[in-house]
């Protein structure tokens, strides 16, 4: 299942907590999900990195409902804007890219384990 996040609106006053997003992401997963879906990948629906890890996070973290299945990113933007910055399509930045990517791959792979 690839399903977003529940989030405030991009024009909201008051954006919620990566607390308030793992809560009610969890809640509505749990309210209607089938156990039998295997995993549920998240889409990034115009975060930001740092905004889909603890996001991640949070969901990964919260335990009040019964999680039967996998919770994790169906990896865009969560792994590969700051990549792409680093990169800008020219050789000399390879490396530098590289390093952006596994500092996302590491914090992302955390964030699935709820750490």
Same mark, same amino acid.
């Given at each position: 299942?690839?399903?977003?996040?529940?989030?405030?609106?991009?024009?909201?006053?008051?954006?919620?907590? @990566?607390? !308030?997003?793992?809560?009610?992401?969890?809640? %509505? #997963?749990?309210?209607?999900?089938?156990? $039998?879906?295997? +995993?549920?990948?998240?889409?990034?629906?115009?975060?930001?990195?740092?905004?889909?890890?603890?996001?991640?996070?949070?969901?990964?973290?919260?335990?009040?409902?019964?999680? @039967?299945? !996998?919770?994790?990113?169906?990896?865009?933007? %969560? #792994?590969?804007?700051?990549?792409?910055? $680093?990169?800008? +399509?020219?050789?000399?930045?390879?490396?530098?890219?590289?390093?952006?990517?596994?500092?996302?791959?590491?914090?992302?792979?955390?964030?699935?384990?709820?750490?």
């Amino acid at each position: 299942l690839k399903p977003n996040m529940v989030t405030s609106g991009a024009k909201a006053q008051v954006q919620a907590s @990566p607390d !308030q997003v793992g809560r009610l992401t969890m809640m %509505a #997963l749990a309210r209607h999900v089938p156990v $039998a879906v295997p +995993g549920i990948f998240f889409l990034s629906g115009g975060l930001s990195e740092s905004q889909s890890t603890d996001y991640l996070r949070a969901v990964n973290q919260y335990d009040d409902y019964p999680r @039967p299945w !996998q919770t994790s990113f169906c990896f865009g933007r %969560a #792994l590969q804007d700051s990549c792409r910055s $680093a990169w800008l +399509g020219k050789e000399e930045n390879t490396s530098a890219a590289q390093e952006a990517f596994m500092e996302r791959v590491k914090a992302n792979g955390e964030a699935a384990l709820g750490k």
